[in-house]
C-alpha cells in the first residue's frame, strides 16, 4: 500500500498562490500516475491535474495556466502550484496515486487539505 500525507492547503485571497505538497510512504518513480483532484460542497469530485510516470501532464479547463504539477522523486514528494486563485477554486483537494499492475487499477488517496479562497 501507499500512504499520502497532504499539506499547504489554508486561507487566501482571491489572486493569491498556494501550493500543495503530498508526501508518499515510498517511492513514487514507479508510479503509473498521479494527481490532483478537488472536491467542492455537493459537487462531483473532478481531476484538477495528472502527471504520468513519464511526466506528462494534464489539467482541467478550469485551471489551465493557472496550476502546475510537480513532483520530486527524491523527496517521494508531489505538488500542485496554484496561481491567481479564484473563489471557484474552493475545496477540499485530495492527492490521488495510480498503480497498475496485471492491467488493474489501484488507487491512494490523501486525507484531503482545505483550499478557501475568499476576501
Known amino acids: 500500500q501507499v500512504q499520502l500525507v497532504e499539506s499547504g492547503g489554508g486561507l487566501v485571497q482571491p489572486g493569491g498562490s498556494l501550493r500543495l505538497s503530498c508526501a508518499a510512504s515510498r517511492s513514487i518513480f514507479s508510479f503509473y500516475a498521479m494527481g490532483w483532484y478537488r472536491q467542492a460542497p455537493g459537487m462531483e469530485r473532478e481531476l484538477v491535474a495528472l502527471?504520468?510516470?513519464?511526466?506528462?501532464?494534464n489539467y482541467a479547463d478550469s485551471v489551465q495556466g493557472r496550476f502546475t504539477i510537480s513532483r520530486d522523486n527524491y523527496k517521494n514528494t508531489a505538488y500542485l502550484q496554484m496561481n491567481s486563485l479564484k473563489p471557484e477554486d474552493t475545496a477540499v483537494y485530495y492527492c490521488?496515486?495510480?498503480?497498475?499492475?496485471?492491467?488493474?487499477?489501484?488507487?491512494?488517496w490523501g486525507q484531503g487539505t482545505q483550499v478557501t479562497v475568499s476576501s
Open positions: 490521488n496515486v495510480r498503480i497498475v499492475r496485471d492491467g488493474v487499477n489501484y488507487d491512494y
Open positions: 502527471m504520468t510516470s513519464g511526466s506528462s501532464t
